[in-house]
Each structure stands twice: as structure tokens, then as C-alpha cells.
């Protein structure tokens, strides 16, 4: 596969400062965030995502939140409407996201 273009970099570069700048905003499903992070995280190979100035340890954030979050049981509930508020759905987002960093 060819290596990315100046254009494709400059995109991935302005997507990566996007998603830092909007971490405080509140996602529409914790659980799918949870996962979508993990994913990225583990495509680019990367223990921090970076974008100038911004910096987020993406796992070690993550998995800081999720143990503080975890329930008695040992469960997790990403939120409490839709697919958020199952146990089940929240503990399997919350352990993919604590799986194999890469």
C-alpha cells in the first residue's frame, strides 16, 4: 500500500485535533465511545492520541475511569438510557476497551 499523502496526513491531523478538542463533550453512547477508542488507539499503535499541543493517554486515561466506574459485581453500565444502561452491553464494552492495547 502506498504510503499517505500530504492531504491524507493534513485529514488525519485535523480529525485528531477534532476528537481531543471534543473530549469533554458527552457522546451519544459511552459504551460505543469506549469502543470506538479502543480501536483507534490500537490501529494507530499508539498508547497517547496527539494533536499539537493536545494530548490524551487514550488507555491509561480510559482504564483509570473504568476501574473508578466499575460496580460491586464487577459490571459496568456505560449510562443510563439505551443500549448504555444494560449491564451486559457495559461490561463487554468496558473489557474490550481494557483488552490487548495492540
Known amino acids: 500500500h502506498s504510503p499517505p499523502t500530504a492531504a491524507g496526513r493534513d485529514a488525519a491531523a485535523e480529525g485528531m ?3 481531543l478538542e471534543a473530549r469533554g463533550d458527552r457522546p ?8 470506538v477508542t479502543a480501536e483507534l ?3 494507530l499503535g499508539a498508547d497517547a492520541f496527539r494533536a499539537g499541543r ?5 488507555f491509561r486515561d480510559g482504564a483509570t475511569r473504568l ?12 449510562g443510563n438510557r439505551g443500549i448504555d444502561a ?15 492495547r495492540r
Request: aromatic share 16%; charged share 15%.
Open 67 to 78: 476501574l473508578a466506574d466499575q460496580r460491586a459485581d464487577g459490571s459496568w453500565v456505560a
Open 28 to 35: 451519544r453512547s459511552t459504551g460505543y465511545h469506549w469502543l
Open 86 to 100: 444494560s449491564p451486559v452491553l457495559g461490561t463487554a464494552y468496558g473489557l474490550y476497551f481494557l483488552g490487548p
Open 41 to 43: 488507539g490500537r490501529a
Open 54 to 58: 493536545l494530548e490524551e493517554g487514550w
Open 17 to 19: 485535533r477534532a476528537l
